[in-house]
């Protein structure tokens, strides 16, 4: 009887003594850190040296979970321009000051609406729509299409446009001052009627 008692009493140890291991490392019952739909980790910065990478970080930075690269890619006096027809179906007043900030906070919010697919394309793939002219030193001006696709879960929904993107040097790189919408791009609605919904929605 008294072996018997030794021989649970020392398997007992054993076994407490491999969960406290297994805790100790961390692998008992952890959860996987779960990553955003449509988020997991941003794309590494693209240090902006010539006006062409900046695109390359807002596609990055609209698409991740995080706003890093977006942020970063707009310069501090960033302002969105919307077309006369987009502001006159929405509240009046929802352009006004739109500045970086402003724009940061819509960007966020439409992240947290669209937590799916999120994805932004400048340029028409295979086709010559997108121009850049350089204006003077230090200051480069594109206009072309824009395709924004974005899920909330429920299917995904597309707003496309042409407009003019002002791309101005700096002593970081180069960095996006301004967004104007130009005009729609077939029947899909615009950036500008997608950023001023989000923001009277607020």
């Known amino acids: ?13 054993v076994l407490l003594l491999a969960v406290f291991i297994a805790v100790q490392s961390g692998c008992l019952f952890e959860p996987r850190q779960a990553e955003q739909p449509g988020g997991g980790e941003e794309t590494p910065w693209i240090v902006p040296n010539t006006s062409d990478d900046v695109f390359s970080n807002l596609k990055s930075g609209f698409e991740a979970s995080s706003n890093s690269n977006y942020e ?8 969105f321009k919307p077309r006369p027809e987009d502001e006159a179906q929405l509240p ?4 006004d000051g739109w500045t970086k900030t402003v724009e940061l906070e819509v960007v966020t919010r439409l992240k947290g609406e669209y937590p799916g697919k999120r994805t932004i394309r400048f340029g028409a793939e295979g086709a010559d729509r997108w121009q850049r002219r350089d204006v003077k ?12 696709e974005i899920d909330s879960g429920n299917g995904v929904q597309s707003y496309a446009g042409i407009a003019r993107f002002t791309v101005v ?21 615009t950036s500008g009627y997608l950023r001023g919904t989000l923001r009277s929605s607020g």
């Open 92 to 95: 009046a007043g929802v352009f």
């Open 169 to 189: 040097q700096t002593s970081l790189g180069w960095v996006l001052k301004e967004w104007e919408d130009l005009d729609v791009n077939g029947n899909f609605p």
């Open 137 to 148: 030193v230090g200051i480069a001006i594109y206009e072309g299409e824009y395709m924004i």
């Open 72 to 79: 970063r890619s707009l310069d501090e006096s960033f302002t």
């Open 1 to 13: 009887m008294r072996l018997v008692t030794e021989m649970r009493h020392r398997i007992f140890v």
